[in-house]
């Protein structure tokens, strides 16, 4: 198994991506701390998790939250001991809206679960794993990371700016053992469209992405980004560092 005797925070694991990570890791031999805001969806998962001979231990929360974020990370420590592997999955859309349109509350809703949660949580991980001799951070960023033309301003900004985050944390701590890597995510068949209000779209803004859109070469499964997260995290990929590498059908290469 790739991931015997490892431990694994992921977040935004009650559906889509971050639930088939979860499932993924948990057969893989890792024991898995399942985060969501979602009550039902986590407690779903941490069930499909047991029923399959998994070990897992879910916890509720918004990793916009800082207390929410770093409890996460400790209940690692507490339960299993220390912190392996770290998947920063959860995140919101926008509202397609520009910098002349955007709100305070979106902007900072966004920015909240997208940048800062990834932070909390990897500013708390990398302490338990420098002191554990290393450890494995896979950011889940978006084609919107790389390009102007996939969201509005707020999702845009955001994974533009975890994509740093990703470069940065893996070139800082490359000697403490610590690697950190990115997937720019294309079209995946997630329920991250139902965390905004569909009727309240910016018409013009959509308008702009559906250009973009339209260009969609293939939709991904959850199960085809899950398993480019198990490869990031595992000892096959132990020297790819600093990367951002695309999972979108082709879609950057329009």
Not at 75 to 85: F, P, Q, S
Not at 128 to 140: F, L, P, R
Not at 186 to 198: F, K, L, R
Not at 233 to 242: L, P, T
Request: glycine share 12%.
């Amino acid at each position: 198994m790739k991931l015997n005797g490892k431990v694994a925070v992921i977040t935004g694991a009650g559906s889509g991506m971050g639930r088939e990570t979860a499932i993924l890791f948990a057969k893989e031999g890792a024991r898995v701390v399942a985060g969501d805001w979602n009550e039902n969806t986590l407690e779903e998962t941490v069930n499909l998790i047991r029923t399959q001979g998994g070990e897992v231990t879910g916890l509720k929360g918004n990793v916009a939250a800082q207390e929410d974020a770093e409890a996460l990370i400790q209940r690692a420590i507490e339960t299993y001991g220390k912190v392996d592997i770290l998947v920063n999955n959860a995140g919101v859309m926008d509202l397609n809206q520009g910098a002349g349109e955007v709100s305070n509350e979106m902007w900072e809703r966004v920015i909240g679960i997208n940048l800062n949660g990834p932070l909390y949580l990897s500013r708390s991980a990398i302490q338990n794993m420098v002191n554990n001799g290393g450890g494995a951070i896979i950011n889940i960023a978006s084609v919107a990371g790389v390009s102007g033309a996939a969201a509005g301003v707020a999702y845009t900004t955001s994974k533009h700016a975890l994509i740093g985050m990703t470069k940065h944390t893996a070139w800082r701590y490359l000697k403490e053992g610590i690697r950190c890597n990115a997937i720019a995510a294309g079209a995946v068949e997630t329920n991250i469209v139902s965390s905004v209000d569909q009727n309240l779209m910016d018409p013009k803004g959509s308008e702009r992405a559906n250009v973009y859109y339209g260009l969609i070469p293939a939709q991904l499964k959850p199960i085809d980004i899950a398993n480019l997260v198990l490869f990031l995290a595992s000892d096959e990929a132990r020297y790819i560092n600093g990367t951002v590498i695309p999972a979108d059908g082709g879609w950057l290469a329009a």
